[in-house]
């Protein structure tokens, strides 16, 4: 299996062996915003590029991450392990976490 860091790096040479932007962090935060949605668009017109367009978001996603030095799997899987800490009560069907239960408690006393 491929790691994640490794397809950061094979993302970012793409784009600068293309001449693809390398340096707009805002440009690149748009490009992902738009690739969510044509994903959005596929989905709900049952297209058949969804995963393709999920794909777009992800290459963009870890272009950007490259850009910015961050490691996206080290970043994905600390976020994995806090999410599994996390308590959730259902307050009106809705899974709300704990903590913020506790701190809009406070700030109402």
């Known amino acids: 299996m491929v790691e994640i860091k490794e397809l950061q790096k ?3 040479q ?3 062996d293309k001449g693809f ?3 707009d962090v805002y440009m690149e ?3 992902i915003y738009g690739e ?3 994903a959005f668009d596929a ?4 297209k058949d590029d969804l995963g393709e367009e999920f794909a777009d978001v992800a ?3 870890m272009g950007l991450c490259e850009i910015l030095n961050i490691d996206l799997e080290k970043e994905i899987l600390h976020k994995m392990q806090k999410n599994s800490k996390r308590e959730y009560k259902m307050v009106d069907g809705i899974p709300i ?4 239960l506790e701190k809009n408690f406070l700030k109402n006393k």
């Open 10 to 12: 094979a993302i970012y």
């Open 14 to 16: 793409n784009k600068v």
């Open 21 to 23: 932007n390398t340096t």
């Open 29 to 31: 935060f748009c490009s």
């Open 36 to 38: 969510l949605g044509e």
């Open 43 to 46: 989905y709900i017109k049952r």
């Open 59 to 61: 290459i963009f996603l």
């Open 97 to 100: 976490k704990v903590e913020e």
